[in-house]
Each structure stands twice: as structure tokens, then as C-alpha cells.
């Protein structure tokens, strides 16, 4: 719900609140408190920003590149090349996180996730780049099927 939704460059460093004043700034309708103007967007990262009383989307995946504001209902929000920031506002929306780009202490919210586990996310995620899938989080130590079962609806990409 911005002014002028498109696909933006933006500088390294770049605030989401800068990157919608350069699409001509929030429509009236539109649900600015859902989103963290402050985060640092990324390159290949889609910021949706809903209406007012509108359910954050999940993720989706999200191939293009450059950083992306959307104004439709049906998409979400992604981050990182290889997906989207969920809701992608910050890394995490609502009850969805994006492990790959949510904090050891962000991911702690996740089912069955302490203070352990989210550090080996953390650090497989930065050794082997960017999670995919759910399957690619099974690849964690630590992390199952049931654990990853746990995860659906609560984790995005």
C-alpha cells in the first residue's frame, strides 16, 4: 500500500522508511504499524505492506532481484535472494520469522528452539548461506522432521 509499488534500487545501509518515501510514501488505508521502518533492507528483499486489519501474507518464493515493494494482497514479502522476508518487513512479522534473516534471539520464539539450537541455526545459516526450504532446515543438528513439522506455518524464507 504504497504510492507507487515497484522494484527499487537502494544503497547498502538503506532504511525501509527511505525506501517508501522514494515510492511516494503510504497510502491513508495502509497498515504502517505492521511494518519496521528502521530495518535495513537488502538486496533482493520485497517489503508488502497491508491494509489496515489485513492478516500478514506468507512467504512466497521470490527469484528477481533488487528490493521490491508490493501493494497486492496475494504476495508476500521476501528477503535474501533465493526468498522473500516474510511479511517482509523485518525477520520476524506476527508469528512469522524468517530464518534467514531473524536473530539467534528472534528464532528462540520458534517451538522447541532455546538458546542452543538457535545458534546452530545461526551458524549453519552463515556457513551455508541462505535457507530454501523447510527440508533444508532439517539439515541443522538438532533439527528433525517433527521439529520441522512444528515449523510450518511459523517460518519463512
Known amino acids: 500500500m504504497v504510492k507507487k509499488p515497484g522494484l527499487y534500487t537502494v544503497a547498502s545501509g538503506e532504511r525501509w522508511g527511505n525506501v517508501i518515501e522514494s515510492a511516494g510514501g503510504i497510502l491513508p488505508e495502509a497498515d504502517i504499524k505492521s ?38 494482497s496475494t504476495s508476500g514479502a521476501t528477503a535474501s535472494d533465493s526468498a522473500p522476508s516474510v511479511s517482509g518487513t523485518s525477520p520476524v512479522t506476527n508469528t512469522v520469522i524468517n530464518v534467514n534473516l531473524a536473530s539467534a534471539q528472534e528464532l528462540e520464539a520458534l517451538p522447541g528452539v532455546g538458546p542452543a539450537l538457535s545458534q546452530r541455526i545461526v551458524e549453519f545459516r552463515e556457513q551455508n548461506g541462505p535457507f530454501a526450504s523447510m527440508a533444508e532446515l532439517d539439515a541443522v543438528s538438532g533439527i528433525g522432521p517433527a521439529l520441522v513439522k512444528k515449523f510450518e506455518g511459523l517460518v519463512g524464507f
Open 35 to 72: 511494518i519496521n521502518l528502521a530495518e535495513l533492507a537488502q538486496d533482493g528483499q520485497q517489503l508488502y505492506v497491508p491494509k489496515v486489519g489485513e492478516p500478514p501474507p506468507i512467504a512466497a518464493p521470490d527469484n528477481e532481484s533488487g528490493t521490491s515493494l508490493d501493494d497486492s
